[in-house]
C-alpha cells in the first residue's frame, strides 16, 4: 500500500503557500500520497482546487477533523492546525510535526480572547510532536521562547518554491494594463491591505520614474472598492486568481516586485508576528525563484540576504522616502542571475527537503 502523509491545515490554501505547493509536489514526486484536510470558508477560493499532488478534504461543519484509516506514515499540522493534528496522530499512534508560518505572542493576546485560547491549546499539542518548521534563526529563537520548544527540535526552511523559472520577458501585465511595452513595473500582488502597506506605496506612486507604473495583483481579484488606493499611475489586474504553477507570465513582466509590511495591531497575526517577518514572505521568494528583484525594508535577514547577492533595493519606509530610489535598479537581464543565486544558495526549499525527510522518519 501507497504510504501517506496527512496535513491538517484549516486555511486550506496551499495553492497560494510556495512551500507547502512545493513539499506536496516532493513528496508525491518520492510516491508518497499526500492528504489535505481543511476547515471550508466560502472566502477562500483555493480550497478545492484540483491537484495533482494532493487530496483535499474540505470539512463543512464544525466538528473535529478526523484522520480516516489509512496507511498514514505521518501528520502534519500548518499554523493551529497542529491542535487537531497532534489530537490525530495519538490517536492512532503516529508521529507528527508542527509547520508553523504564524506565531502568536501571548503578550499581545489579551485583547483577542480566543487566539490566547487557541495559543493555550496549541503549546500542549507541541509537548510530543516530532519536531517543527520555522523560517529562519530569528523566527526559530522567537517560536522557542513562546512556546517552550528546544532548540534542537526545529528546523527551518523558508517560505520557498523548489527550482529557479528560468526568465523569459513577457509583456503579460503590460497588455492587461494597457501599458507600453517598455514600461518597467512595479508589482505588488497577494494580500492588498494597509498591514502589507498598500497605501503607503500609493501615496507614493506619483515618485515613481517617469518610465515606471506600479501594477497591483490581489490574491482574491481586483476589491469591490478601490477607492482608497487609487493613482493614475496605479492599475489593477482582474485575472484569474493563479497558483504558483501560473505565475510565470504575470511576475516576468515585472522589473521589480515590492514585499513590505508593517505591524498593525488589529489581530495577532498582523503584530510581532509581523514585525519579524524574517524568511516568511512568498512573494519575496516568488520574485527571486523568477529572476525578478525585490524591493525590501531595512533591516531583518532578507534585505541583508538582498544586499549580499545584489538581488533588488532596501529602503526605509518613512514618510520623506521616494520610489525615485528605483532609478538604482539595473536592468532585469543584468540581476536575473543573482535573484537565482540567492533563492537556489539560501531560500530553495531543496536544500532542506534531506533534514525534513530524515526527521519525518521517511525515505529521501
Request: a negative charge; one cysteine or more.
Amino acid at each position: 500500500m501507497q504510504t501517506a502523509v496527512a496535513v491538517f491545515h484549516p486555511e486550506g490554501n496551499v495553492s497560494n503557500n510556495p512551500h507547502l505547493w512545493a513539499l506536496t509536489r516532493i513528496l508525491h514526486d518520492k510516491g508518497i500520497k499526500v492528504d489535505v484536510f481543511a476547515r471550508f470558508d466560502g472566502r477562500n477560493p483555493y480550497q478545492e482546487d484540483p491537484s495533482a499532488a494532493y487530496t483535499p478534504h474540505v470539512l463543512r461543519g464544525n466538528e473535529p477533523m478526523r484522520l480516516p484509516h489509512g496507511n498514514y506514515a505521518f501528520v502534519l499540522g500548518v499554523d493551529e492546525g497542529i491542535i487537531e493534528a497532534a489530537a490525530e496522530a495519538q490517536r492512532h499512534g503516529l508521529p507528527y510535526a508542527h509547520i508553523s508560518y504564524e506565531i502568536f505572542f501571548e503578550d499581545e493576546l489579551e485583547p483577542f480572547p480566543d487566539f490566547m485560547a487557541l495559543n493555550h491549546a496549541i503549546k500542549p499539542a507541541l509537548k510530543n510532536s516530532r519536531f517543527s518548521v520555522l523560517q529562519d534563526n530569528l523566527r526559530a529563537r522567537l517560536y522557542a521562547l513562546e512556546y517552550g520548544v528546544p532548540q534542537e527540535r526545529i528546523m527551518q526552511m523558508p517560505v520557498a518554491g523548489a527550482a529557479v523559472i528560468p526568465y523569459q520577458p513577457s509583456n503579460y501585465l503590460h497588455t492587461l494594463a494597457g501599458l507600453p511595452a517598455s514600461a518597467k513595473i512595479l508589482l505588488h500582488m497577494g494580500v492588498i491591505g494597509q498591514w502589507v502597506m498598500t497605501d503607503w506605496l500609493i501615496e507614493r506612486a506619483s515618485t515613481l520614474p517617469p518610465d515606471w507604473a506600479m501594477v497591483i495583483h490581489g490574491r482574491y481579484g481586483k476589491p469591490a472598492d478601490t477607492s482608497k488606493y487609487e493613482h493614475e499611475r496605479v492599475y489593477y489586474t482582474n485575472c484569474p486568481k493563479a497558483d504558483f504553477d501560473q505565475m510565470k507570465d504575470l511576475v516576468q513582466s515585472a522589473s521589480c516586485c515590492v514585499s513590505l509590511f508593517r505591524n498593525w495591531p488589529t489581530h495577532p497575526r498582523l503584530m510581532k508576528n509581523i514585525t519579524n517577518i524574517g524568511l516568511s514572505s512568498g512573494k519575496c521568494s516568488t520574485a527571486l525563484q523568477h529572476g525578478i528583484p525585490v524591493m525590501v525594508q531595512n533591516g531583518g535577514e532578507m534585505a541583508a540576504l538582498v544586499r549580499e547577492y545584489a538581488a533588488g533595493i532596501c529602503l526605509n519606509t518613512t514618510p520623506d522616502q521616494s520610489l525615485a530610489l528605483l532609478e538604482q535598479l539595473a536592468p532585469v537581464g543584468d540581476t536575473v542571475g543573482n535573484c537565482h543565486r540567492l533563492f537556489s544558495e539560501r531560500l530553495s526549499i531543496n536544500n532542506f527537503m534531506p533534514e525534513f525527510m530524515a526527521r519525518m522518519g521517511l525515505s529521501a
